[in-house]
């Protein structure tokens, strides 16, 4: 089943007979130097294997496993940042918003506003998202079902966007484990929207080392050819130039080249498959 296209920029759509979108970026912003820096890499990326790409990474990371943990520049800051990023590179930009009042502030500069998953029944949240007329990616929470996510679509169009696509991060297993339902997406884009696969956050283990987050990067490559299998739309992956330094998330960011294996398996199981 072919889901409905959701237009990015007027030169970016995915879903329908589009291909693939990929969102690619640090977990959080960590300086403006080094969005830049990773901007650059990702933008000659996008360039070489001829591809739609977003950048993202975050201006606060609200939802971390310890008070210690950094979370990054904030809205007012991190904005400055990413729209120095599109200035520079003029790669799209999506990043995350916590809170109903961010979102007008924030869709002046990002093309994708992002609500993360601990946040997707949060009607307000997503509502003032939906009505600044942009695209909305809603991660959908670890505890909900596939079909759940009819609901998030629904607050989407009743706040008028039909914009708006959920993004696959995996299903809470027991304790510090998820596991991705690869029935999801196309249960998911019977509803006739877009699914983006969130292949690093679908690899943590929450709370696996005490006061961060664990996961199981070598999982990557795997999980993703069977997201692209299955139908997955888009990809998001978080791209690090030094993972094991990274102040979110480094249990499961990736390095440019592994992003680079990664697409070229999506590429080719896409080029290989109707959905």
Same mark, same amino acid.
């Given at each position: 089943?072919?889901?409905?296209?959701?237009?990015?920029?007027?030169?970016?759509?995915?879903?329908?007979?589009?291909?693939?979108?990929?969102?690619?970026?640090?977990?959080?912003?960590?300086?403006?130097?080094?969005?830049?820096?990773?901007?650059?890499?990702?933008?000659?990326?996008?360039?070489?294997?001829?591809?739609?790409?977003?950048?993202?990474? !975050?201006?606060?990371?609200?939802?971390?496993? !310890?008070?210690?943990? =950094?979370?990054?520049?904030?809205?007012?800051?991190?904005?400055?940042?990413?729209?120095?990023?599109?200035?520079?590179?003029?790669?799209?930009?999506?990043?995350?918003?916590?809170?109903?009042?961010?979102?007008?502030?924030?869709?002046?500069?990002?093309?994708?506003? #992002?609500?993360?998953?601990?946040?997707?029944? #949060?009607?307000?949240?997503?509502?003032?998202?939906?009505?600044? +007329?942009?695209?909305?990616?809603?991660?959908?929470? #670890?505890?909900?079902?596939?079909?759940?996510?009819?609901?998030?679509?629904?607050?989407?169009?009743?706040?008028?966007?039909?914009?708006? =696509?959920?993004?696959?991060?995996? !299903?809470?297993?027991?304790? #510090?484990?998820?596991?991705?339902?690869?029935?999801?997406?196309?249960?998911?884009?019977?509803?006739?929207?877009?699914?983006?696969?969130?292949?690093?956050?679908?690899?943590?283990?929450?709370?696996?080392?005490?006061?961060?987050? +664990? +996961?199981?990067?070598?999982?990557?490559?795997?999980?993703?050819?069977?997201?692209?299998?299955?139908?997955?739309?888009?990809?998001?992956?978080?791209?690090?130039?030094?993972?094991?330094?990274?102040?979110?998330?480094?249990?499961?960011?990736?390095?440019?080249?592994?992003?680079?294996?990664?697409?070229?398996?999506?590429?080719?199981?896409? !080029?290989?498959?109707?959905?």
């Amino acid at each position: 089943m072919k889901t409905k296209a959701i237009s990015i920029t007027p030169d970016i759509a995915f879903g329908g007979d589009n291909p693939p979108l990929f969102i690619a970026g640090p977990c959080v912003i960590e300086s403006q130097e080094h969005a830049l820096s990773m901007a650059r890499i990702l933008l000659k990326l996008r360039d070489e294997m001829k591809i739609n790409l977003v950048f993202k990474s !975050s201006f606060d990371k609200a939802n971390r496993s !310890s008070i210690e943990s =950094f979370r990054g520049p904030g809205l007012k800051k991190g904005l400055e940042i990413l729209r120095a990023v599109k200035k520079e590179t003029g790669l799209p930009l999506l990043s995350d918003i916590h809170e109903p009042q961010q979102a007008a502030e924030a869709a002046e500069v990002l093309d994708i506003l #992002q609500i993360p998953a601990f946040l997707c029944r #949060q009607t307000d949240l997503i509502a003032a998202a939906a009505r600044t +007329g942009k695209a909305v990616g809603v991660k959908k929470g #670890q505890f909900l079902s596939p079909e759940e996510a009819k609901n998030i679509l629904d607050k989407g169009t009743e706040a008028g966007n039909e914009r708006v =696509f959920i993004t696959e991060r995996g !299903s809470s297993f027991g304790y #510090q484990n998820l596991v991705v339902d690869m029935r999801g997406f196309p249960i998911i884009r019977g509803f006739g929207a877009p699914v983006v696969y969130d292949i690093t956050h679908s690899m943590q283990k929450p709370g696996g080392e005490g006061k961060q987050t +664990g +996961g199981t990067p070598q999982f990557a490559r795997t999980l993703a050819r069977a997201a692209a299998a299955a139908g997955a739309d888009g990809f998001f992956m978080e791209v690090h130039d030094n993972p094991p330094s990274a102040l979110s998330d480094r249990a499961t960011q990736i390095r440019p080249d592994a992003a680079r294996a990664i697409i070229e398996d999506v590429l080719a199981i896409r !080029s290989a498959l109707e959905f």
